[in-house]
């Protein structure tokens, strides 16, 4: 704890949605503290939240499997609740590469909550996905739904969530949010954080700014034969600043209440892909070529949630519009060419205590 502020642990804080709900986090009064091996992120990261926040960042740098380490950092930043955003996230490589999937993602969690169990921190926030849902048989999509995931990555999504159910079963102790998040787009409005996606982007958002920046030709509309309005895919996208700001409400109502959730974190509203490539030609004023493609392997027509839940229990609801979304996507992507690679004319002071404390590593760590 800084400050008697309350330090909130965050596995997977560099990431995207992580680097988000840093800031929102800090703005609320907590002090968030990341934990990130890098395996998907850039350090650089560290030096737009120090920019963006005004106050030095802290992050301790290794694995979430490394439960050991994982004590130590809980006891000595006294954690009164972590965020678990740590995982990997790319549906198709978890076709190809099951075991990696398995390990990280339910690995990680199960080491998170040892860790936590040993430090007697027992309020937790875990980052779900609408993917645990599958194919829906109607929209929008509560949390009754039956699960039926169809990857491995939806399925360590689910078994975590099981996993978490046994704990709060076992002990009432623990205090448990999942937040099952649709589809996250945007970047922070400051153009100084936002989706930095290695290679190329499996997602539609950012591959449409790729677009629009000139870096990809056209987009691929992957079908117009689906049973929509335009006969392209509809999804329930949502700000990144809504979604960081849905993770505060969820951790305030953890510590101030103690009931344990499951609930959906969407806009509630549908939009197909051509609609969101006419929204990003307005928010660039540039034209964003297109052609249709056949269906994509394991997509589902359309699905959008219903937030009901997440405005009764927490008080949260979605303030960002599709236009707003594309607006802020579009001055990320003009700032940060090369995403977090990008050089800056002036690059702020950075004061990041980096401790190297783990010797445990997934994946290769890149350089600081
Ligand atoms: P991201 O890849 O940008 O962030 C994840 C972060 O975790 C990265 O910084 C990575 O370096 C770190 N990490 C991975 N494995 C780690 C490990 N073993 N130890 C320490 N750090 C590790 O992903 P994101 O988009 O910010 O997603 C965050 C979470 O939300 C993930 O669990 C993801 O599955 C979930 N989610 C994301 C989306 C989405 O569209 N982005 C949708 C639904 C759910
Ligand atoms: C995908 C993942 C989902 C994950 C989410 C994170 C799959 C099957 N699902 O969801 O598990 O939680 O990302 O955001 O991968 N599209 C195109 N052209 C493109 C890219 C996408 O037309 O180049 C279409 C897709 O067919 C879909 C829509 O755009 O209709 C959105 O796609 P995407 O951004 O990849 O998200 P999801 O498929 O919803």
Known sequence: MTLNKPSVL????AGYIGSH????????????????????????????????????????????????????????????????????????????????????NVGGLLSLLQAMETTECRSVVFSSSATVY???????????????????????????????????????????????????????????????????????????????????????????DYPTPDGTGVRDYLHVTDLAAGHVAAVSALLAHGKSFTINLGTGEGTSVLEVIQAFERASGRSIPYEFAPRRAGDVAQYFADVSLAGSLLGWRAQCTMDDMCRDSWHWQQRNPEGYRTVTSSPPALQVPVPASSNVSARPAVGM
Not at 81 to 92: E, L, N
Not at 138 to 152: K, L, N, T
Not at 209 to 222: E, I, L, P, S, W
Request: hydrophobic share 40%; glycine share 8%.
């Open 10 to 13: 965050l596995t997977g804080g």
């Open 21 to 104: 709900t840093f800031v929102a986090l800090v703005e609320a009064g907590y002090q968030p503290v990341i934990l990130d091996d890098f395996s998907n992120s850039h350090p650089a990261v560290l030096q737009r939240l120090e920019q963006l926040t005004e106050q030095p960042v802290i992050c301790e740098r290794g694995n979430v499997l490394d439960t050991p380490w994982v004590v130590e950092v809980l006891q000595r930043h006294r954690c009164v609740a972590a965020i678990h955003f740590a995982g990997f996230k790319a549906v198709g490589e978890s076709v190809q590469k099951p075991l990696m999937y398995y390990q990280n």
């Open 134 to 224: 599958g194919d829906p048989a109607s929209v929008p999509i509560d949390e009754q739904f039956p699960c039926a995931p169809e990857s491995p990555y939806a399925h360590t999504k689910l078994m975590c969530e099981n996993i978490l159910a046994s704990l709060r079963t076992s002990d009432p102790a623990w205090r448990v949010g999942v937040l099952r998040y649709f589809n996250p787009v945007g970047a922070h409005p400051s153009g100084l954080i936002g989706e930095d996606p290695s290679g190329i982007p499996n997602n539609l958002m950012p591959y449409v700014t790729q677009v629009a920046v000139g870096k990809r030709a056209m987009v691929n509309v992957f079908g117009n």
